[in-house]
């Protein structure tokens, strides 16, 4: 929200698919991350990345890879190797210095 | 692993009355930060403290840090219906500024 969309809202995927979750920002802002939300979970951090051409890895970075080719984008895609996709994705940006971040309206992937 | 961790899991209020949530974490932090969620949406940033602070408010919130401890508690007073939501906290560490959560505390308010 404020500056920042993910897209689709809903995706379905089959098993075995590829698929790639959109996040785009115009808040100018460095650092940008993805998140897994199951219930009961709370949120659990995938990537992360600081600057353009450049990321880390998270607490549960398996079956899961991202880019960071231009400042506003930071795409995750869920792949094949993730056994248990279905979940509630969200993206989050913020400034440098260490300061507050903006979230995504998140994406729901099913896999069907 | 979830550097926060909340307590209570579930609180449920009268409206008027204040809601105290807590939060331990376990490595030294940059900040601590809590934020809101509605079901199904986004979060939305409440209030941030610096590892060199020990209180700060903003409006009907306050929070403390204690980094002897590594804990925090949120204090929403005079809670209102509209306070319901889940209510996380996160800590930023690290020279990458790794932001991570944890499981929540879901607010009831009762009308």
């Known amino acids: 929200d404020g500056g920042i969309t993910q897209s689709p809202k809903y995706l379905f995927r089959k098993e075995g698919q590829n698929v790639t979750l959109s996040c785009e920002q115009n808040l100018n802002h460095d650092a940008m991350y993805w998140y897994r939300q199951d219930p009961g979970q709370g949120l659990r951090l995938i990537y992360y990345s600081q600057i353009v051409n450049d990321f880390q890895k998270g607490d549960i970075a398996e079956g899961y890879s991202v880019s960071r080719e231009k400042k506003e984008s930071f795409p995750l895609t869920v792949t094949s190797a993730q056994k248990n996709p279905t979940a509630f994705y969200l993206c989050a940006t913020a400034p440098s210095g260490r300061r507050e971040a903006f979230f995504g309206q998140g994406t729901r992937l099913t896999v069907v | 692993s979830q550097q926060g961790e909340e307590d209570p899991q579930a609180l449920s209020i009268q409206e008027g009355e204040n809601a105290t949530m807590n939060c331990s974490y376990k490595t030294s932090i940059n900040n601590l930060q809590w934020y809101r969620q509605n079901s199904g949406r986004g979060l939305v940033h409440l209030i941030l403290i610096r590892s060199n602070e020990r209180e700060k408010h903003s409006g009907r919130l306050r929070v403390t840090l204690d980094t002897s401890k590594k804990s925090s508690s949120l204090l929403i007073t005079a809670s209102r219906a509209a306070d319901t939501a889940s209510y996380f906290c996160?800590?930023?560490?690290?020279?990458?500024?790794?932001?991570?959560f944890g499981k929540g505390i879901t607010l009831s308010v009762r009308p």
């Open positions: 996160a800590t930023e560490a690290g020279a990458n500024s790794k932001l991570t």
